[in-house]
């Protein structure tokens, strides 16, 4: 029973501390980053419901307490999506011990062809913390435009590829956009800019 | 397939000095010769229905690449991938210029062998064997077979991708 009471109370310490950070959090205004584009001032993704391949439905608050790193992409892409997954891995290292805080999530683009299966063998290839999400093609594409992000079917012979914007969405612990990462970033100048995210919230 | 494996089992550093005792060897003359170095396949997850090739052409006299074969898939094409406003845009295109004597990079961020409905799961370590078919400015073709190992999917090369971006851009598409 004491036992008990001590995790209680450290526990209520612990959400004590948290509400104290929380006060310390700056919501409204912006931040500068040196290498990526301060989004603080834009509302994006906000309302995004999507499914994770286990079928549960995911929202932008399931990833409340964590900095959630949005990509958008598709498994067929040679180029961007495993480099810019790949740059992900390479960030989670250089973050260190905060590297669990940062939680990768990977919409896919082509819900036609990535089913569930794909998707999660694709991205727990790289890291088996991220989280691979899609939706029907309408909510693929309200999410994309919730989010402003580009993407267009190119025919290919009997096939397609696609073309997409290749932004990296970071959001702080309380679902409040605040960083976009290009893809001509590294993975250094990234992590360097999550630092900046992490001490605001 | 076992012949183009064989050819493949020759190591990539190899290619060069291959090529070489290859024109030095051909007792008529040859008209053009085209060497391929460093040419990998992305490995991919099962059922992954496509994946990209990459590898560095170098034409000994003015050529064009026409196409690409491969065993590994049902369609293999030529892609270009272009960056813009952080957009990455796709499209095939019939035929890449190899310049005398100037190496052209096939990589992710430029031009880029894409192998479409993969016959089986491309796993690291695997050898994709290709096959390029190059035509010389005097309307000769080659065949140049090479073997590509795969390369793990999560392999970082990001780092690289801006200073090629750069080269590539000095490539003109057919």
Redesign the interface.
Known sequence: MTDLLTRRQVVAGISLLGLGALVGCDSSGSLSFKHGKDMSNQILGRSFKLKDPQGNEITLSSFRGSMPMVFFGFTQCPAVCPTTLARAVQIKKLMGKDADFLQVIFITLDPERDTPEVLDAYVKAFDPSFVALSGTLEETAQTAKEFGVFYEKIPSGDTYTLSHTATSYVYDSRGVLRLGLSHSLSAKECAEDLLTVMEVC | MRSTFANAMVAKPLNRALALLMLLGAALPVAAQTVVDDAWV?AT????????AFMKVTASSDSTLLRVESPAAK?V?I?Q?Q?KN???????VSSIALPAGKTVMLE??SY?V?L??LVKQVKEGDEVPLTLVVEDAKGQQERINVVAPARA???????H??DHAHMSGHMHME
């Open positions: 992305r997850v099962p059922h992954q229905a496509s994946t990209g369609t094409q892609h991938s960056m952080d957009v990455m845009s796709m499209q095939p992710p961020a880029h894409m479409i409905d999917l999560n392999m970082p090369d990001h780092d991708m801006p």
